[in-house]
């Protein structure tokens, strides 16, 4: 088994982590900013998620700074970064404080608990090991728990156990099966996922990122309904692209709303002779379960494509090499 399948494998004990966590106080807050990136990032796409199912609201913010409406709306500002020494996080941790925000951080250290500690802002360190990347149960059960604290959420340990539970199933009983399916289809074609709602949106997004990340491959992501006012219709102009070039897979929820449902039924039938790679469908009752289920199988799927490319899925050389060059650089006009 390599390195990242044995990192994918601790997913379910993460995830029982951040449930049994103590927890530091935070301030109490009507609703969410989450402010990270990356597989850092992830963990507001999956706080969204959740907080959406209970009818509360959770923004993202991947970028610098905090938006313009976060000085008036008064979120609670949960700051995720793994290493602590996201620049663009700390940035947000700035902006935030700078406005008088209420700010929550958690990382596994680095410049991010030192401005905590100096400021006296609610921290909670995440285990440090993984890369962001396979550390998604520590960094967004790490989001959940601080947005609990706020007050914005509830419910969040019994989601976090359940969703530990159904991956564990998946990763003993089907996961790798279907992972290996889907990636057989995406040999040597540009992976593209289709999502069916907010809950496999989240999932498709992460879905694109692992493929990149772990497979080294290029990848993009769409969602029903928006995709049938445009994308259905890029298929059209030239059919070998899609016949010889891409693999589309469907995820599928539980909780799709019935139009969409069959939008999806109807969007395969008209994208004639675009490859479909597979479909895969959630797992699980609570939002955290089915969404966990589908990352899950994503994130197999990606150490596959790797596999079968005959590459390292660890090392992302790229994103070290830019890192390095933006220390010093001054900003620059584009050309």
């Known amino acids: 088994?390599?390195?990242?399948?044995?990192?994918?494998?601790?997913?379910?004990?993460?995830?029982?982590?951040?449930?049994?966590?103590?927890?530091?106080?935070?301030?109490?807050?009507?609703?969410?900013?989450?402010?990270?990136?990356?597989?850092?990032?992830?963990?507001?796409?999956?706080?969204?998620?959740?907080?959406?199912?209970?009818?509360?609201?959770?923004?993202?913010?991947?970028?610098?700074?905090?938006?313009?409406?976060?000085?008036?709306?008064?979120?609670?500002?949960?700051?995720?970064?793994?290493?602590?020494?996201?620049?663009?996080?700390?940035?947000?941790?700035?902006?935030?404080?700078?406005e008088g925000l209420a700010v929550a951080t958690t990382s596994t250290g680095g410049a991010l608990a030192t401005v905590a500690e100096t400021q006296a802002l609610a921290y909670l360190r995440v285990p440090v090991g993984p890369q962001p990347r396979a550390a998604a149960g520590y960094l967004a059960g790490a989001v959940l728990r601080l947005l609990e604290a706020a007050g914005v959420v509830s419910g969040t340990v019994p989601g976090l156990l359940e969703a530990a539970d159904t991956v564990e199933v998946l990763?003993?009983?089907?996961?790798?099966?279907?992972?290996?399916?889907?990636?057989?289809?995406?040999?040597?074609?540009?992976?593209?996922?289709?999502?069916?709602?907010?809950?496999?949106?989240?999932?498709?997004?992460r879905w694109k990122t692992q493929i990149n990340e772990n497979g080294k491959a290029p990848s993009w992501w769409s969602v029903l309904p928006e995709l049938?006012?445009?994308?259905?219709?890029?298929?059209?102009?030239?059919?070998?692209?899609?016949?010889?070039?891409?693999?589309?897979?469907?995820?599928h929820d539980s909780g799709d709303h019935d139009r969409v449902a069959l939008r999806a039924v109807l969007t395969e039938q008209l994208m004639t002779g675009v490859h479909v790679a597979g479909h895969v469908i959630s797992r699980g009752e609570g939002p955290l379960a089915r969404l966990f289920s589908l990352v899950v199988v994503g994130d197999l799927v990606s150490v596959a494509v790797a596999e079968q490319a005959g590459i390292d899925p660890v090392p992302v050389v790229v994103i070290e090499r830019l890192k390095k060059l933006l220390v010093g650089e001054q900003p620059r006009s584009p050309r």
């Not at 009507?30 to 009818?55: H, K, P, R, T």
Request: hydrophobic share 45%.
């Open 1 to 98: 088994m390599s390195v990242m399948r044995d990192l994918i494998a601790e997913l379910p004990a993460q995830l029982r982590w951040a449930a049994t966590t103590s927890l530091p106080d935070v301030p109490p807050a009507a609703e969410g900013l989450v402010i990270g990136m990356g597989g850092s990032g992830f963990a507001g796409d999956v706080a969204a998620v959740f907080a959406d199912a209970q009818g509360k609201r959770v923004s993202v913010h991947k970028g610098y700074g905090i938006p313009g409406w976060a000085a008036h709306a008064r979120p609670v500002v949960v700051a995720v970064s793994h290493s602590g020494n996201t620049e663009e996080t700390l940035s947000g941790v700035k902006a935030a404080t700078a």
């Open 171 to 205: 990763l003993r009983d089907e996961a790798h099966q279907v992972a290996a399916r889907v990636a057989g289809g995406l040999r040597e074609r540009i992976g593209i996922v289709y999502g069916s709602g907010t809950l496999t949106a989240a999932a498709a997004g």
């Open 228 to 251: 049938d006012h445009n994308e259905i219709v890029g298929w059209t102009a030239n059919p070998a692209l899609g016949r010889d070039a891409v693999g589309v897979v469907f995820l």
